[in-house]
């Protein structure tokens, strides 16, 4: 009975009671795939709960997590860390070095446990200023270092078993599991504290959402676990007793698709809009009938309805496609993808569209790490799907839309508060509603539609307002663009700072036989290249009003990263800083 979960430790113990899986996490290790069983996995994890009690660790206690890709180890420190409750502080690898003195500081982190070289580094070089760091451990052999397995080793006599199950007994549903550092795209990182109701209550009213079937289905995990809908997700296939397999990377992540197969994975929109310029690029290659096949079938896909609204004809149509292209599309992610599931920010409703052709739909979902994180989501069955929306609200969550059309939020999966921040808090809740910060609409049929993120929503100088997302989203469908901010508070027009995408547009260069040098400063200081990206801004226009139409453009000759600060981790545009850095184009636009 899953009533018998309270707290996320009681996952993996459920799981083993359940389902005893041989093979519960997957990862590989020297060209290997290496499964832990959910028996060893418990094993594993009391071990380090034993070897922290050993170390002097007390509930209470704050540990940082950080790890460059998703591993066992992780999974395994989390759950060993939990039943002896300690706060868990998951950090994304990608921050800055200031970003983690910032956050081990404010969460006076005792330990750290990381997973490579790169991040001792940058951890070592901040220990000195964090009075509370005792010692940092990783899980990769890194000279210097202490390692993961010392814990272990010091767990694996088993005579404190009974005080490890003491503290279990002794943690309360209402009790802080993790503080989650939000790095948004403004300010300091904010530590959201989830409670494990929080977070439990969030995988159980998820879990009905998703074509999962329990026991058997084998996933794909490669977001990042820090981030709290990866690690929601986590839980979740514990809970249903499916295999988790680890991808070694974003680069290998085709690979890891072929040989695993799985039947279902989380994705972002930006992976997804990677995935389509890999498949049409590949069609721009074919030539003759083969071509025109290719496009045929994505043309057909692109007009894409659930559920038949397109009538008979355009059934029988898709058949074919699926049949002749679709299918190389479903085998190019493994053969087996049943559904994938798209959060974080807002997907282009023609990659909706095109993977729900080719029989991979992608169901899209809205939430936020103040909500454990799941809001809303789309389902197949029962005619919860509806392309361009986020979705119904899940079970025992609540969606209102405030006077200025603002969503409000209220559920057992809102936050416990911002860490040491009592007037933030304050400021984010009325009464059980959480202010999100998003605007949106909620149909008729309850689906939940997002129109922008507040803060960002601004008024030009001759008082129109502007959603930028909604602009941003639409000109993103364009190759040539890989990111773009528009921009125009307080001016007379709106613009855009656009990043192309500088490999779809040298070889445009190439095919029309343009000599450019070969810098990126080259390429965007080219007015053929401005040119032909103003067209994609213009044919993007023809979808809104005059007013908010993106008048100039300036291109910049970097690309944005998480490296360079000018994304988040999770790839959205950090406004405030891409501003700062391209000031000189910003006044170039508005001089």
Sequence with gaps: ?????????????????????????????????????????????????????????????????????????????????????????????????????????????????????????????????????????????????????????????????????????????????????????????????????????????STPRLPLVTGKS???????????????????????????YFAESIEKIGDNLREIQPNFMSVVPRLVEKIYDGIIAKGTELTGVKKQLFFWAVDLGLKYEPYGANGWWYEQQLAL??????????????????????????????????????????MEGYGLTETSPVVSVNMYKDKMFKVGTVGNAINNVEIKIAEDGEILVKGPCVMQGYYKNLELTAGVMTGDY?????????????????TGRKKEIFKTSGGKYISPALLENEMKESRFIEQILVIGEGQKMAAALVQPNFAFVREWTKRRGLTIGNSFEDLVNNQN???????????????????????????TPDEWTVDNDLLTPTFKPKRTEIIKKYKHLYDNIYQ
């Design 529 to 555: 290249v401005k040119d032909r990206i103003m067209e994609e801004i213009d044919f993007g226009n023809k979808q809104f009003g005059k007013w908010e139409t993106i008048k100039k453009i300036e291109l």
């Design 218 to 244: 084998k996933v794909l995990s490669f977001l990042p676990v820090c981030h709290v809908f990866e690690r929601m997700l986590h839980y979740l296939y514990m809970q249903n007793g499916l295999t988790i």
């Design 1 to 205: 009975m899953t009533t018998d979960i309270k707290r996320l430790f009681d996952f993996p113990h459920y799981q083993l009671k359940t389902y005893n899986l041989e093979k519960a996490f997957v990862s590989k290790s020297s060209g290997k795939w290496v499964a832990t069983s959910s028996k060893e996995f418990i094993e594993q994890a009391n071990k380090i709960s034993r070897g922290l009690l050993r170390l002097g660790v007390k509930k209470g206690d704050k540990i940082a997590i950080i790890s460059s890709v998703n591993r066992t180890e992780w999974n395994i420190m989390d759950i060993g860390m939990l039943q002896i409750g300690v706060t868990t502080i998951p950090m994304y690898p990608t921050i800055s070095k200031n970003d983690y003195k910032y956050i081990f500081n404010h969460a006076e982190v005792n330990y750290c446990f990381l997973s490579d070289e790169v991040l001792f580094e940058k951890a070592k070089a901040v220990k000195k200023e964090v009075p509370t760091l005792k010692e940092i451990y990783s899980f990769d052999t890194i000279s210097g270092s202490k390692n993961w397995e010392e814990i272990l080793k010091l767990g694996e006599d088993d005579s404190n078993q009974n005080e490890v199950e003491k503290i279990k007994d002794s943690i309360s549903e209402d009790d802080t599991a993790t503080i989650i550092y939000t790095s948004g795209t403004t300010g300091v990182p904010k530590g959201v504290m989830l409670s494990h109701k929080n977070i439990v209550s969030n995988v159980i009213d």
């Design 321 to 362: 496609a699926s049949k002749l292209i679709f299918s190389k599309w479903r085998e190019a992610l493994g053969g087996n993808i049943v559904t994938m599931v798209s959060g974080s920010a807002a997907l282009q409703p023609r990659l909706a569209r095109v993977f729900a052709a080719a029989g991979m739909p992608i």
């Design 434 to 450: 959480f202010h999100t910060g998003d605007k949106g609409e909620i149909d008729t049929e309850g689906f939940l539609k997002i």
